[in-house]
């Protein structure tokens, strides 16, 4: 049996979303076809309004205007501290920690010479000039652990101006987690970072 | 910290498809937001397109034109054979296992008389019809198994000439199952059901 154009059309998009297979394509897409239709345009303009989705020139977070929420707020700027994170899902994950109320930097990568990623890619020359322009005396790194995050870490370091202070995210044992289950580099971590109570 | 609108419309239509929440959403629309612009807008097509699906006059299923690609195919009508199922999703996956080269009927649900599903409303009556026009002589039954779907069943063979044969599907252990993990309804049925080796 041959299927319809437009169901392969479908399929075929949503398996190019990550985690998506043939299987859960065809699911969505059959949930999809009983919906209204005005439902099913609305959803079609959703994603063609993706591609115009605009991102913060100071900070490179998803914006409307030219300057995203988090910029804008004098507040977080007030607050002369910056946290610098590989992507924008990590971000995000920091913003819902409600933890952090300074500003935020997406570099959108880490340094990796092989694939001919080096300082001025992510954009490392801008964040020193962002910090010495705002005046921020903190920053905190907070870039996934692995070697291309630590020498990205140790480069923005050495980039920075003395009197900033650079400070890498705690590492150590996860929340709710078991120790027979981590791994020896997370248990050697959560040593290292002993803190006495 | 607010996101922009267009991002909190395309997290409103994702989190409509079953199975997909909050955080699914968001982790699929970071992805589709580093998609080329070209990519999501015929995305979006495609979604609009289902709205403009067709269904097969005579059996149900997805179609492109009055007729679905099975029905169009005369060796599938010569077989003489009907497979009834619930939902197109059943129809997909009998379809899928390549051992039936019949035709389909798609009834869209069951019998449920408390719900206000009678015989018109699942289009029994047009089922017994195409049964006569084509002079098929035997009709699988392969409505899942529950009170509603029996009953369905019942009702359908009672409705049709007694030289139409109807079937239901073998009810059992399905294949890579494990006795102490099924179901005692299972079990009951698998024992029903046996057959000499």
Redesign the interface.
Known sequence: ???????I??V??FR?????GEKTA????????K?R?E????????????????YCIECGL???GELC??CRRSERAAAGIICVVE???DC?AV?KSGQFRGLYHVLGGVLNPLAGIGPEEIGIPRLVQRVQRLGIKTLILAINPSIEGDATSSYIRQELPDDVSAERIGFGMPMGGALEFLDSMTITKALENRKKI
Not at 42 to 53: I, M, N, V
């Open positions: 049996m041959n299927y319809p154009e437009k169901i059309a479908a075929e998009n190019k979303i990550p985690g998506v065809f699911r969505q897409i059959l949930g999809l076809s919906w239709t439902e099913l345009v609305s959803f079609g303009q959703a994603l063609k309004d993706l591609a115009t989705l605009e998803f914006s409307e929420d988090v992507s924008l899902s995000l913003e």
